[in-house]
């Protein structure tokens, strides 16, 4: 359904400056995938979102969107896409109602059927009670919805969200991941960049990993989840009344104790495994400690990017670094 082949993006600065924004990107996201793109900031997502919705010109490489060649077509693609950008914008004079009836203009989608389409929409993102008011008035999330909203005013077969989820409380962010399941449902295809690992697993079927412009990985979230695994975990923080130190002498062959206010943390050996949980529950079930919860440490999201790209990692950043680096072929 997206087919991107070598996509880079250069961005040309003060004083014939350059930036390399996106390096060669090569990935295929399927028909009905919701394909997460995972980065950190200034990855490259939202660089790469804009080109797929035609809003900024690739330096070079191929895009092919519902097998139409996006140089060739952006029309043709505009109209098979909805985008929900980082930061939306809306018309602070209309309603949430008129905003979408206007924006259905642009797809030359008629008064009636856009009033129609405008309040299934409200409906369906759970908005049908603010439809007469201004989105100025909107919390933070009501505006995420009426962005999501807007991006499927012409029946788009790609959605592209732009960090759909960041600044939502858990409600808001469950809220907009149900809304993109219902989508995946009806057919739709969504590419749905994110920095939160933990969302993308719950959400995405496939995911492509992202750092300085270049991709790292692209697979199953199965695939990625064993990649995690072999990482290890960090540690373990155990909800708990306090622990008598005997007991927490016991524990220190797993790693080093903290005390905290919820109980005690336990920061793992390197190379520990997810047995060292169970190990340790074990211990403390024994000891009759009532344990709340076990929370595991898992290793974060940079983490992860530095263990998938410690080549990459010390690699120069702009175009400008490369040249003072010497490489083989210098
Ligand atoms: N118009 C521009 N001119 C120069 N550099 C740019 C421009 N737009 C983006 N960049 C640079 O390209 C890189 C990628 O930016 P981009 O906004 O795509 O990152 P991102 O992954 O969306 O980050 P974030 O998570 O912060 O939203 C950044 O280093 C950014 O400074
Ligand atoms: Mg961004």
């Known amino acids: 359904m997206i087919e991107v082949s070598g996509l880079t993006k250069v961005f040309r600065g003060e004083k014939k400056s350059t930036f390399t924004a996106l390096d060669h990107l090569s990935f295929t996201v399927e028909e009905g995938d919701i394909f997460g793109f995972l980065g950190p900031n200034g990855a490259g997502k939202t660089t790469t979102i804009q080109i797929l919705a035609t809003i900024l010109p690739p330096t070079s490489g191929r895009i092919k969107m519902d097998g139409i060649p ?110 993109v399941k219902n989508l995946q449902k009806q057919g739709i295809t969504t590419f749905y960049s994110s920095h939160i690992l933990p969302e993308v697993e719950v959400l995405c079927n496939r995911v492509a990993i992202i750092n300085n412009g270049k991709l790292i990985v692209v697979d199953t979230i199965e695939n990625l989840k064993e990649t995690l695994g072999a990482l290890g975990v960090r540690g373990v923080s155990i909800h708990c009344p306090p622990i008598d130190e005997k007991i927490t002498d016991g524990l220190t062959q797993f790693g080093k104790i903290e005390r905290t206010d919820r109980g005690i943390d336990i920061a793992f050996k390197e190379g520990s495994t997810r047995q060292n949980i169970s190990s340790i529950n074990k211990v403390l079930v024994e000891n009759d400690i009532e344990v709340f919860a076990m929370v595991p440490k898992e290793p974060s999201l940079e983490e992860i990017f530095l263990k998938l790209t410690s080549k990459e990692a010390t690699e120069p950043k702009t175009d400008a670094d490369k040249e003072k680096v010497p490489t083989k072929d210098k």
Not at 122 to 145: H, N, T
Not at 154 to 168: A, H, R, W
């Open 70 to 179: 996006l140089e060739r077509s952006p029309l043709a693609i505009k109209k098979r896409i909805g985008i929900m950008p980082e930061n939306p914008g809306f018309y602070p004079h209309l309603t949430a109602r008129e905003n979408l009836v206007y924006h259905a203009q642009f797809y030359g989608i008629g008064q009636v059927k856009a009033a129609r389409k405008a309040d299934e929409l409200l409906s369906f993102v759970g908005l049908e009670d603010a439809a007469e008011r201004r989105p100025g008035v909107f919390s933070f999330g009501m505006r995420k919805r009426l962005a999501l909203a807007t991006a499927l005013i012409n029946d788009p077969k790609i959605l592209l969200l732009d960090e759909p989820t960041v600044g939502l409380d858990p409600r808001g962010m469950h809220l907009i991941h149900e809304i």
